[in-house]
C-alpha cells in the first residue's frame, strides 16, 4: 500500500534544519521578512541536502514502521513514493519563499538532467537549467567554446554551473555545462523588471569564447520523460504556495469565525484537496511507470494547479481584504511572486496541447474490453 499521508523523514529533517535557522534570526515563518543573507542561508541548507533527495521516476521505497495499539504491537509495512517525496520538499520550499523555491527546484532539476543523460560525475555546488531559446544572437558551440547570448537566466550571478540548451547546425537540441566561474561571461540584470520574482537574480547571460562541455546525446534533453516529470516539480512549488496562502485564511477563521470567512475555507479547501490527491496520483504513476513521460495528465496537472492558485489568491483576498496584503510580509510575498511564477504555465497554449493529446488518447482507446466505455473520462 503507497502510504501517501505518512510523515516524510527527510521533508522532517529539512524542516528542522530550515526553522531553525529562520528562529535564530528571531522570526517565524508566517511572519517571514527575509533578507539577501537569509535567503542565501536557507539555500545553502537546501543544497546541503541534494543528494538525499530522490530524482522523479526513482521507483518506491518500502519501510517497516512500529506500530503500537491498546492490545498489540505489530510492523506495518509501507511504501513511498519517492517521486511525492521529492514534490512535497519542494512544495515546502515553496510555502516560504518562491525565490528560493525557484532556485532550488532548478537546481535540482539539472542534476536530475545530469542523471538521466547519463552524467552522474556532476561537481558539487548550485547548479542551475537554462532552457530558453529565441534570443536574436543564439548560444553557438564549437571546439569546447561557447558564445552567444542566453536569457531567463535566473540565479545568473549565484550558480557554480549551468545546464543550458542550444541547437546546432542541425537543429538539434543539446546540452552544455559551463563553469559560471570564468572569464569571458557578462551578466546583464537590466532587463528584469519583475515586482513579483524581483530576487530571482534573472538575467541576459553573454558568452564570449567560454569553455564548456557538451553532455547527453543529441535531443536527449526534450526526448527523455523526465523532461515531464521535472515539469510537474515546478507546479508542485505553485502547490505549496497556494496551500501556504490558503492557510492564513484557516488561521483568520479559528481568531475570528464567520459564515462568509467558512464559505471562502470550503471553496479553496476543496479545491486544494481535489489538487493533493491528483499529486497523490500523478507520483505514483510516474513511479509505476518511469519509462513513460505521462505529459497529458501532467499538463493537466499543472493547468490545474495555475487554476488553483490563482483561486487561492482571489479567495483569500475576498475573505481577509487588504490587511495580509499590506501588512505581512510573507503572506504579501508569496501572492506577487506566485502570480508572476504561474506564467511559467502558458496559458492558452497550454491547453491547446491538452485538447490535442486528449483528442488523440481518444483515438486510441475509444473502447475498454467490455465495450462500454463511451469517453474518454468515463468512470
Same mark, same amino acid.
Not at 543544497?47 to 506495518?76: C, F, L, M, Q, W
Not at 557554480?160 to 551578466?187: F, N, P
Given at each position: ?198 530576487d530571482t537574480d534573472t538575467a541576459t547571460v553573454h558568452f564570449y569564447q567560454v569553455a564548456a562541455s557538451n553532455v547527453g546525446a543529441s535531443n536527449a534533453y526534450l526526448?527523455? !520523460? ?5 515539469? *510537474?516539480?515546478? #507546479? ?5 504556495? =497556494?496551500?501556504? /496562502? ?42 509505476s511507470e518511469p519509462q513513460q513521460s505521462h505529459e497529458l495528465i501532467i499538463r493537466q496537472l499543472r493547468a490545474n494547479v495555475e487554476q488553483v492558485a490563482r483561486q ?9 481584504? !487588504? ?5 505581512? *510580509?510573507?503572506? #504579501? ?5 506566485? =502570480?508572476?511564477? /504561474? ?37
Amino acid at each position: 500500500m503507497l502510504a501517501l499521508n505518512a510523515p516524510n523523514p527527510l521533508l522532517s529533517n529539512i524542516k528542522t534544519a530550515v526553522e531553525a535557522l529562520i528562529r535564530a534570526n528571531n522570526q517565524t515563518v508566517s511572519g517571514l521578512v527575509i533578507t539577501d543573507v537569509l535567503r542565501r542561508d536557507i539555500l545553502n541548507i537546501l543544497v546541503g541536502y541534494s543528494d538525499k533527495i530522490p530524482h522523479p521516476a526513482s521507483g518506491t521505497d518500502e519501510v517497516i514502521r512500529a506500530k503500537s495499539t491498546s492490545t498489540d504491537k505489530k510492523n506495518i509495512r509501507e511504501t513511498y513514493s519517492n517521486t511525492l517525496i521529492r514534490w512535497q520538499v519542494l512544495a515546502y520550499v515553496a510555502s516560504i519563499d518562491l525565490t528560493i523555491a525557484k532556485w532550488f527546484e532548478s537546481h535540482l532539476d539539472a542534476l536530475s538532467i545530469l542523471h538521466e543523460v547519463g552524467y552522474d560525475k556532476a561537481p558539487q555546488g548550485l547548479w542551475a537549467i537554462w532552457a530558453a531559446e529565441g534570443h536574436p544572437d543564439p548560444i553557438r558551440y564549437e571546439e569546447g567554446k561557447v558564445s552567444g547570448t542566453k536569457v531567463w537566466c535566473s540565479g545568473a550571478n549565484m550558480v557554480d554551473y549551468g545546464l543550458m540548451t542550444y541547437r546546432d547546425e542541425h537543429g538539434q537540441a543539446q546540452l552544455l555545462m559551463v563553469d559560471m566561474h570564468q572569464i569571458g561571461i557578462d551578466i546583464d540584470n537590466t532587463t528584469w523588471q519583475a515586482v513579483g520574482m524581483q530576487d530571482t537574480d534573472t538575467a541576459t547571460v553573454h558568452f564570449y569564447q567560454v569553455a564548456a562541455s557538451n553532455v547527453g546525446a543529441s535531443n536527449a534533453y526534450l526526448e527523455r !520523460a523526465g523532461f515531464w516529470h521535472g515539469a *510537474a516539480g515546478v #507546479a508542485a512549488c505553485w502547490y505549496g504556495a =497556494a496551500a501556504c /496562502i490558503a492557510s492564513y485564511l484557516i488561521t483568520s477563521y479559528k481568531r475570528k469565525p464567520n459564515d462568509y470567512k467558512a464559505m471562502y475555507l470550503g471553496q479553496i479547501s476543496t479545491a486544494l484537496a481535489v489538487t493533493q490527491q491528483y499529486f497523490y496520483h500523478i507520483a505514483d504513476l510516474i513511479d509505476s511507470e518511469p519509462q513513460q513521460s505521462h505529459e497529458l495528465i501532467i499538463r493537466q496537472l499543472r493547468a490545474n494547479v495555475e487554476q488553483v492558485a490563482r483561486q487561492a489568491m482571489e479567495v483569500a483576498g475576498q475573505a481577509l481584504g !487588504a490587511a495580509p496584503f499590506c501588512n505581512n *510580509a510573507h503572506f #504579501a510575498r508569496l501572492s506577487a511572486d506566485l =502570480a508572476v511564477f /504561474i506564467r511559467q504555465s502558458h496559458g492558452a497554449f497550454d491547453l491547446q496541447k491538452i485538447g490535442e493529446l486528449s483528442s488523440v488518447l481518444a483515438s486510441a482507446s475509444t473502447t475498454d474490453l467490455t465495450g462500454k466505455q463511451d469517453n474518454i473520462w468515463q468512470l
